[in-house]
């Protein structure tokens, strides 16, 4: 069969395509100000401008006949899928979102969602990292979901505690040197 016509499943979705996309079973999907901005845009990016410009393709491709060996249609009719998809996904998340300031902690050692946390580990290397949602995490720029190993062992100690924790690599323990809470862009 031409894979032009093999229908996808209905329920894709970007969290069964990425299983670290999706929040466990009772949790909110906490957000920072600027990662509901981000997902928002990106949203309004798809819907008002990148779709329609698909669709338009599509059109123009369909009415030049024979579809089965139609290049633009057929790559054009999958990218729609897959920004269908993708506005499903941001919608449900924009839905859950629940916005979280940071700056609303003010000046609290007390590590919770959106602090900057500056550790150091027994071999005496620091990093810091931001806890962030689950959509903004990028561990390249130390931002770490709230849900990862190493936030959730973080939240709630405070600036001096030192923590063990289970992380892929086994068990860890860490000193917190500092905590602040600015505004993450």
């Known amino acids: 069969m031409n894979k032009a016509f093999v229908r996808e499943r209905e329920g894709d979705d970007d969290e069964e395509l ?3 996309l999706k929040l466990p079973t009772g949790t909110r999907n906490y957000i920072t100000p600027a990662g509901h901005a981000r997902l928002k845009d990106e949203l309004e990016n798809l819907v008002k401008r990148e779709r329609p410009h698909i669709v338009e393709i599509v059109a123009w491709a369909a009415s030049n006949g024979d579809r089965s060996e139609n290049g633009d249609y057929i790559y054009g009719k999958r990218r729609l ?3 269908d998809r993708r ?3 941001l919608t449900k998340r924009l839905e859950n979102a629940e916005v979280v300031d940071p700056l ?3 000046d609290n050692d007390q590590i ?3 602090a900057r946390v500056t550790i150091v580990d027994s071999d005496g290397v620091e990093n810091t990292y931001t806890i962030v949602g689950i959509d903004e995490a990028d ?3 130390g931002r770490i979901s709230w849900i990862s190993p190493l936030a959730r062992a973080l939240i709630k100690s405070r600036e001096g505690d030192s923590i063990r924790f289970h992380s892929p690599l086994g068990v860890r323990e860490i000193e917190i040197l500092e905590v602040c809470y ?3 862009a």
Do not use: C, H
Request: glycine share 10%.
């Open 87 to 89: 506005i499903r996904f």
């Open 139 to 141: 561990a390249s720029s």
């Open 18 to 20: 990425d299983p670290s």
């Open 112 to 114: 919770f969602f959106g």
């Open 182 to 184: 600015v505004e993450i």
């Open 104 to 106: 609303q902690q003010g």
């Open 81 to 83: 899928r897959e920004i």
